[in-house]
């Protein structure tokens, strides 16, 4: 974990991620999905400093994603430790992305 020393504080400037596959079914409300099992596919390092669109391009760029998925995909933050790639159109969860250190 890369950190920024300003202000006295220890401000995370990037953070490992533990990367877990979700397997889902439609849950029964519209766009309500029920997660059964999560399993853990790979670790990433995210800069905390980057938005969305470039964590979407991370996980395309290290194959997690395919390159279409910069247009059919969202995120979703749960928490202060979970990041949530879900399909834009379904909102079927695909990936929980877990931190792994800093908390």
């Known amino acids: 974990m890369r950190t920024n020393q300003d202000n006295g504080g220890a401000m995370p400037l990037s953070m490992k ?5 979700i397997d889902a079914w439609a849950g029964d ?3 309500s999905w029920d997660c059964n099992n999560w399993f853990s596919v790979g670790e990433i390092e995210i800069d905390l400093t ?8 991370l996980l395309i760029e290290e194959g997690y994603l395919k390159p279409l998925a910069k247009r059919r995909v969202a995120i979703e933050e ?3 430790y979970t990041i ?5 159109k379904t909102f079927q969860p695909l990936y929980d ?3 792994m250190e800093g908390f």
């Open 78 to 80: 749960i928490g202060d």
């Open 84 to 88: 949530r790639i879900v399909d834009k």
């Open 50 to 57: 980057k938005g969305h669109k470039e964590i979407i391009a």
């Open 29 to 31: 409300e519209k766009g």
């Open 97 to 99: 992305l877990e931190a």
């Open 17 to 21: 991620y533990k990367i877990c596959s």
